[in-house]
């Protein structure tokens, strides 16, 4: 694992003169932007003034589509110059801080972790129908082998207004970071360690609550700061208390103090899952600030370096069992 210091040698001696390269890229696609803007405002001025003049209906027609085709044209080259800004920073910097936390880890930013592994932790059951992601990362930590990525799950919910009118917008079921390694057994059943948010919003009446998930018998642990932040569930009570030692409980409870957001396991077939919501776009490039600064490289660096972190917290690393 690469320190601090390290990163910030990387940047010093090859990421800024990169972002560098790219900020007048950069500073083309904003003012495109600002152009957009400011062409809409004042195509909507101008046709309300042409209406104004009670010109022929065909001139107004003509002006409206002729302005709209122009700004269509217009919005997609930005599009295209943004998206070729996009690739080049992925492949040239953010390839760079995954290379320098582990140069045999294989980063694919145009791909995310497979639907199958995202369906098969069953930690958001809840169907989607948008399934969208990148920055996948593959590895391994010693004996431990992983995969990562970013992910963003929504379904489309419809609504019918009072006069019968139809509306569709999207809901958000995850957005964040998505992970899972091997945890070196074979898991009979199926165990879930979730946000605790209805005991914590609801108290006394949450308990109560906490037993209709519908994924297994709920599972009453020791360890009271644990037992604050998380509920466990489970097919196989002796199975559960088996794999959530002391030990794992401890560093699930450092996990999340130490990320922040809401983070949620389980522990399927001989994997463990891992996710941590965090509701904004990672690992891209900020079209509306200067990218030549170190703390988006130390921001991203965290990141990529939860896996780690995950890793040896959770001592997986530590072989207390063999697969059978």
Request: glycine share 6%.
């Amino acid at each position: 694992m690469a320190s601090a210091n390290e990163l910030k040698l990387l940047y010093e001696n090859q990421l800024k003169e990169k972002l560098s390269a790219l900020e007048s890229t950069r500073k083309k696609i904003l003012n495109r932007y600002i152009l957009t803007f400011l062409f809409l405002a004042g195509l909507i001025a101008g046709n309300f003034f042409l209406v104004s003049l009670n010109p022929p209906e065909a001139l107004i027609v003509i002006s409206i589509f002729g302005s709209a085709t122009f700004l269509i044209w217009f919005m997609y080259e930005t599009g295209k110059i943004n998206k070729k800004y996009r690739v080049t920073f992925k492949s040239g910097v953010v390839a760079e801080v995954v290379k320098l936390i582990n140069p045999e880890w294989q980063y694919l930013y145009d791909h995310c972790m497979s639907q199958e592994s995202y369906q098969r932790s069953g930690i958001f059951p809840h169907h989607y129908d948008r399934y969208e992601g990148d920055d996948f990362v593959t590895g391994q930590i010693e004996q431990t082998d992983f995969q990562f990525s970013e992910l963003h799950t929504q379904y489309k919910q419809v609504t019918y207004g009072p006069k019968g009118q139809r509306r569709e917008h999207w809901v958000t079921i995850f957005r964040g970071v998505f992970l899972h390694a091997d945890f070196n057994k074979n898991f009979s059943g199926t165990t879930f360690v979730l946000p605790d948010t209805a005991e914590r919003l609801l108290g006394k009446f949450g308990q109560s609550l906490q037993k209709m998930s519908g994924r297994g018998e709920l599972v009453k642990l020791e360890n009271l700061e644990f037992e604050k932040q998380f509920v466990v569930y489970s097919s196989d009570q002796v199975e559960s208390r088996y794999i959530l030692t002391p030990t794992i409980m401890e560093a699930m409870v450092n996990l999340s103090n130490r990320f922040g957001g809401e983070i949620y396991f389980s522990f399927v077939g001989s994997r463990v899952y891992f996710a941590n919501s965090i509701n904004e776009a990672l690992f891209e490039p900020n079209i509306f600030r200067s990218g030549v600064n170190f703390s988006d490289m130390k921001e991203m660096y965290d990141l990529f370096e939860m896996i780690s972190v995950l890793v040896n917290e959770l001592n997986l690393n530590t072989r207390i069992w063999t697969k059978e």
